[in-house]
Every structure is written in C-alpha cells, then in structure tokens.
C-alpha cells in the first residue's frame, strides 16, 4: 500500500468499481442510489485505506457544510450552561453533525461580528441560547438561518423555541411539600421579573389553591437570587409568629440560605422545617447537609431538543410552530430535605452524621 | 441596489477595480499582495454590499477551513469546564478562528469516531482537553493534527500541553495563612493519585519548610475531595489535642465541608480557623458565610493558551516544544475566611452578619 493520502481512485480500485460509486456509497444522503452491497464493498475499501471524503468539498458541491452554529450570550457564565451545549453537541454528533460555537458575550457589536462569521462560515442552522430563561430581541440577520431558540423566546414570529416549564416547577415543588403533610409553606423567591419569578410563584400559588389553602402574602419574601437574599428572606418567615413548616426556595443558591438561617436559629432541616430548591445544581444540592431536594431545570435536553429541531427544519421535516415557546418539564430529584411537619423521617431526628470513628 | 445576494463581482464593481483584487484584500494571509488602499476600498464596498467571502470555497482552495476541533473527555462533568470552552471560543474569535466541538463521552469508541470526523471536517488544528489535570495516552490518529494539549499531559512526545502550576497553588495558599501568623496549619487532602494531590502537597510542604515549619504528618488528612470528606478530615483536625488555627483544603468542596465541621464544633470562620480553598467555584465561595478565600485555577487562561498555540503552530510560528507541560499560575482570589489567629479582624469577632431591620 502507498504511504500517501489515499485518494477516492484508490478507493475504486480496492472496492472494484467506478470511482463515480464512491461518493455515493461513502454519501449517506445519497445512498439510495448505490446498491447495498456496492456500498458495502466502498466502506470497506475507504476503511482500509483510512480514507475520508473531503467534507469541504463534499459541503460546497450541496451548499451544506454539515454545521450548526451555537450562538449563546456567554456560554459559561453560569455553572450549569455546559450542559446546554453538551445536550445539544452530543446530539448534533449523534445526528451526523458538528456543533460551531460562537459568543456574543451579550455585546450587540459583537453580536453582529459573530453572526457573519455565522454567514462566512455558511453554517446550515442557528441554535440561539441564553444562559437563563428570558425574552430576547433577535437581530434581523438570524432570521435568513433556519433558527431554533434555546432557554428564550420572542414575540411576535413563529420561531421554535423551547424554555423549561416554570410553572409545573412551582406546582411540583409546592406539590412535593403539600403531599407531606405541610400547610404552611412559605416561598423565599427572586425580585427580578423574569418568566421563572412569575411562573414559579403562580404554579406555588396553583398548587396551594387545589389543596384548598388560602394563599397568604406574608409567607412569601423576595430578595436577591443568590444566598444572601435566602437567608434574608427565611430569617423573615422563621421568625414570624407563626412559622411555616417548609420553605419552597426560587434556586438552590437561596436554599443554600435558607440553610444558614435555619442552623443560626437551631431549627433542624428535614426535622423542624423541609426545604426544596430549583436548579439541581449538584455541587450545591450534594454538599449541603441533609441533601438538597430540587427541581432539575432541563439544559441538556434544552440542547437536545434544540438541535433536533433545527435538524428537522433544515431537511424541511414539519415543526410544529406556534407562538408559544416549547415547555420542557422539571424534574424533581429527591435528596433528604423533605419530610412531614415535626419529622417522621429517621433522617429528621439525627440533624447531624454520626462522627467518624 | 440590487436584492440578489451581493457576489464578488459586485464588489470589484462598487470598490472600482478588477474582481481578483477582492480575495487578496479580504484575505487578511494575503493583504500584503494588495495595497493598503485598495483594500480599505474593498473592504467598504464589501460592509456596504453585505457581501460575505465563502469560507468553504475558499478553504477549499488552501485547503483551510479556519476551524479548531476542542475534543474533550466531556465538557459538562464539572462546573467550571465551561471557562474552558469559553476561553478557547473567545480567543478563537479574536484571532479569526471558529471552534468545533467535539466530545468523546470519555468512551474509546466513540473517541475514534470523533476523531474520524475531525478528519472529515478538514479541522485545521486539534485541542485536546480533559476536565481535570490527568496524565492522557494520546490516540495516535491525533498525531497527524497540530496539536495542544489542554488541563492534560502526556509523556514521551513533545506536544504543547498547559496545566495549572499545582505546587504554587499550595505554596501560596499556605504562604497566605503564614502571612497571617498561622504556625499550625494543617492540610485536608484528596486520596486520588492526580497530580493536583502531589503537586498541592508538595507546595504546601515547601511553604512550611521556607517559614521554618517542620511537617508534622499528623496535620495532613485525606478522604473523597467533596463536601462529605472535607467534614470528616477537618474533624479530625479539629478534635485533636492541639488543633490547627488555620486549613488548607484540597478544593472549594472539602472547604465546605471544613465549614460545616468548624459550625458543628462551635468554631468560628475566620476567628477561630482560617480557610483557604482550591477552585475558586463562584457559586460556593460565595455563597459560603464567611465568602471562601481560594486559589482560581485557571480555567479560562488554559483554553485561551491552547487556542494561541494552536494556531501559532499552524502558522508555523515558532512555539516553545518541551517535554514539560506549560504551568498556569493560579492566582488567590481574597474573600473573607483568612485573620490572624485569635481573630484579628473585624470580621472575626462578627461571626453572622447583623439581622434584617
């Protein structure tokens, strides 16, 4: 065999056909016009001679480079965003596709730079991804891709969008708590007003009304999303007259609050107050003590089904389009955070580990 | 003007001269063959046409497609992976490049299918990353690539790799504590054999010996770098005859774990114990009450490194090839969990903040 590049003759010649069959054996888009076996025989042939068909020149001849272009405001700002791309890289490499990835870092300038590298780069969709759930502006350029929006939405044109479930994140939540035993839970929620403020306070408020509990104003506090503003607003409820049994927290960083507050006036979580947070974040939700129960918010299948949209929008496959973004549900991942009210869980009476021998 | 999509003749026409110097002027490898006002003209009648050069035509005619491959074990595992990813997209950008991802699931089968498609898409240079500093075997197809290494390493060939510099990560932090007065300083360690076990051992040893400190084994306690055994080794610690005033915790997990074990004793942070992490996890060292004192690894300046060897080597510019990987440094970044012993700060005699009017 030769030490050089093996080329699409050699290919021929060990496969014993036409150069001509090649492409289309090697092509899956067009393998419907080469016999199975032919096929066969040119695979087998390319994998001995390590040879692979120059995808540039393959994506030139159709106008199609076999890309999608990711285009995210910052794609690592949050802890969790990875997960967006990784969902959305490993389907695109299961589809057959390879996954560009371009950051505006929520510059408009840049913004525009990157969208015509998109173009340069003739990049055959757009998935377009904020790192948290909220309404976007699209830049008029996008609209020439076929474009799929990931934890966003607009309004106004039918592009297909998909957000996590907000709302049934609340509902369940609450659920969770009222399904043991709780009638007094309180909610220690965000002041910014984004899809996830409203959607999650109207799911709690939802899930309290199909109990038949009236919904009290005094047992929900808002504060800054992060720790600080959680253990601000659950001082506030664990200090009213009547306390709430459980606190349903906005993210896992005001649960991490909540926490504190909880230790600093020796109220023991499962025992004496049960806690349930949203975002799943593992660092968070495993090293707390007890473990934190959540509400996963859904990036990696975000991603997934981002690019499995716009998968389909390109081999012109039916979308279904609406106006309304797609939903994605919430899944809650039980720790040991819940229990009834005065703790009936073995874990609610022993607030600590045993000591290490 | 016309609504067709601009073409390169459109161009020439507007900018005034012949269509072969478009390419030259909009090919910054070429710019040296076109004067610099002919290109300042093409360059406006380009911005003013919209026109857009296609990369894929042209990287087929120097055999370039302008893109990076990142192959990565899995680009999600940890929650600062993303600054990776970022640093090397951003970086990419800056110099004109685009970033393909490509991930292997930590999975040999799926590696060589991934590495098949770099071959296809023509990548022009390869980043290989692991989401923690690990010794590799490097498949040997990777070898045809310009190649860097990225939080990895291998041995016997000299490929650019770039690790954080894990000893003066543990010299520092503990040089940190010294400088605080700490005499008794002990360390909680990971069990696993990586080079962030050694390396931050050793520096931490070398720190001691440099202040005139003589190691005393019984200080240093090893368990699973996470929360729970952060508890459990700073326990330890903590209940022994003379217990340390100040610790050096392998990562920001043990760290937590660290304050859970001070809290339960009755030991304030920083009064009492000062702490100082590994990581710099934003989401933990700040949400931890005291704000963690810890060494950031660096994360972003790594994928940003990479990136600009890259393409240096693909340029054939001249890249400093040793059988040493290149080591980051990983700055200290100060949040509040370091005074003197006994507490010298304010902050030491205030172990909570003060309540909410």
């Not at 899930?207 to 506030?236: K, M, N, P």
């Not at 990036?299 to 998968?311: K, R």
Request: hydrophobic share 40%; net charge negative.
């Amino acid at each position: 065999m030769s030490a050089a590049k093996p080329t699409i003759r050699d290919v021929a010649h060990v496969a014993g056909g036409p150069v001509t069959t090649v492409p289309h054996a090697l092509t899956e888009v067009e393998t419907a016009r080469g016999k199975a076996e032919t096929r066969d025989r040119v695979h087998a042939a390319a994998a001995e001679l390590g040879y692979s068909p120059n995808k540039l020149a393959s994506g030139l001849r159709r106008q199609r480079s076999q890309t999608l272009g990711l285009l995210s405001d910052q794609i690592a700002t949050t802890p969790y965003a990875g997960q967006i791309i990784l969902g959305a890289q490993e389907t695109a490499a299961a589809l057959g596709w390879v996954l560009m990835l371009y950051s505006t870092g929520a510059d408009a300038q840049l913004e525009q730079r990157e969208i015509l590298a998109l173009q340069e780069h003739r990049v055959d969709g757009v998935l377009y991804a904020t790192m948290y759930h909220h309404h976007v502006e699209l830049p008029v350029e996008l609209e020439r891709f076929p474009l799929v929006l990931v934890d966003c939405f607009t309004t106004g044109a039918a592009v297909p969008a998909v957000v996590p479930d907000e709302f049934h994140a609340g509902y369940e939540a609450t659920r969770e708590l009222l399904d043991h035993g709780h009638r007094r839970i309180g909610f220690v929620t965000n002041i910014d007003d984004v899809p996830a403020t409203t959607g999650r306070l109207n799911g709690y408020r939802k899930a309290l009304e199909h109990a038949g509990i009236a919904f009290d104003d005094r047992l929900v506090a808002a504060d800054a999303s992060e720790t600080l503003g959680g253990y601000r607003t659950a001082l506030r409820l664990l200090t009213l007259g009547e306390r709430p049994t459980a606190i349903f927290a906005y993210n896992d960083r005001m649960a991490m609050g909540v926490y504190r507050a909880a230790y600093e006036l020796g109220i023991a979580i499962p025992r004496d107050l049960s806690v349930v947070g949203v975002d799943n974040q593992q660092i968070l939700a495993d090293g707390l003590y007890p473990g934190l129960t959540t509400m996963a918010l859904p990036h990696y299948e975000m991603g997934a089904w981002g690019v499995e949209t716009l998968v389909r929008l390109i081999n012109a496959q039916p979308v279904a389009r609406s106006l309304e973004p797609h939903r994605l549900h919430c899944p809650i991942v039980r720790r040991q955070s819940v229990a009834a009210p005065g703790g009936a869980t073995r874990t609610g009476s022993h607030p600590l580990p045993p000591k290490p021998p």
